[in-house]
């Protein structure tokens, strides 16, 4: 991976005063500044968005993340550029009620929505500054599976499956040394030291087309 772009993904390009579907540019530059920090890479920022009616299941009220990934990797012809698709859209899977993202296993494609990492989802008062960790968190998390990462068995670590919030506000924002060695990175601050543990290892389940958060 040579540079990560990313782009909005909205319902619809119809409305002019909100074409991003309620991911604005500040969310993307704040995205993309975190993820050159931990990946040491270039991040550009698309002007365009992604209109993803054709993923809408209207049954549901849900969007199949797969098929816009399928759809994005038509817009990603460098092998070595990561695309990273943020949405405000209710994503979902056929076997899981619903899902943070998703990403292809050492593609070049992952997809993060914002979603359920607010806290007005579940009748709270916003937490603008928790938003927007839960999003830098799962980014990085499905940007770590483009790159060939599976779960983490250390819940500290942005590789740890989480299919709560609950369980992504346990995370650190980054990989653990483990994670970092096999992505050849090194930590984005080597003040930040994580405390020692003996073992740090991926999980190595079966390899699959994608994995979700």
């Given at each position: 991976?040579?540079?990560?772009?990313?782009?909005?993904?909205?319902?619809?390009?119809?409305?002019?005063?909100?074409?991003?579907?309620?991911?604005?540019?500040?969310?993307?530059?704040?995205?993309?500044?975190?993820?050159?920090?931990?990946?040491?890479?270039?991040?550009?920022?698309?002007?365009?968005?992604?209109?993803?009616?054709?993923?809408?299941?209207?049954?549901?009220?849900?969007y199949?993340?797969?098929?816009?990934?399928?759809?994005?990797?038509?817009?990603?012809?460098?092998?070595?550029?990561?695309?990273?698709?943020?949405?405000?859209?209710?994503?979902?899977?056929?076997?899981?009620?619903?899902?943070?993202?998703?990403?292809?296993?050492?593609?070049?494609?992952?997809?993060?929505?914002?979603?359920?990492?607010?806290?007005?989802?579940?009748?709270?008062?916003p937490?603008?500054?928790?938003?927007?960790?839960?999003?830098?968190?799962?980014?990085?998390?499905?940007l770590?599976?483009?790159?060939?990462?599976?779960?983490?068995?250390?819940?500290?670590?942005?590789?740890?499956?989480?299919?709560?919030?609950?369980?992504?506000?346990?995370?650190?924002?980054?990989?653990?040394?483990?994670?970092?060695?096999?992505?050849?990175?090194?930590?984005?601050?080597?003040?930040?030291?994580?405390?020692?543990?003996?073992?740090?290892?991926?999980?190595?389940?079966?390899?699959?087309?994608?994995?979700?958060?």
């Open positions: 991976m040579k540079a990560i772009h990313l782009l909005a993904v909205a319902a619809s390009t119809g409305n002019l005063s909100n074409p991003r579907g309620g991911v604005t540019l500040e969310i993307l530059d704040d995205l993309a500044a975190a993820l050159a920090r931990i990946f040491h890479l270039s991040c550009h920022v698309s002007d365009d968005p992604l209109p993803a009616s054709f993923a809408l299941d209207s049954a549901r009220g849900q199949l993340s797969t098929s816009i990934l399928q759809r994005m990797e038509s817009l990603s012809p460098d092998p070595e550029v990561a695309l990273l698709g943020v949405t405000s859209l209710d994503l979902y899977v056929p076997i899981l009620t619903f899902v943070f993202g998703e990403a292809q296993l050492n593609g070049r494609c992952a997809l993060v929505s914002s979603c359920r990492l607010q806290e007005e989802f579940y009748g709270l008062p937490n603008s500054l928790l938003h927007q960790n839960r999003l830098k968190k799962e980014a990085i998390h499905e770590g599976h483009t790159l060939g990462l599976k779960h983490c068995f250390d819940w500290r670590c942005v590789m740890a499956s989480s299919h709560s919030v609950e369980r992504i506000d346990l995370k650190e924002g980054e990989f653990c040394p483990a994670c970092l060695d096999k992505l050849g990175l090194s930590p984005p601050d080597s003040s930040d030291a994580w405390p020692a543990q003996a073992d740090h290892t991926t999980s190595g389940g079966p390899r699959s087309r994608s994995l979700k958060a």
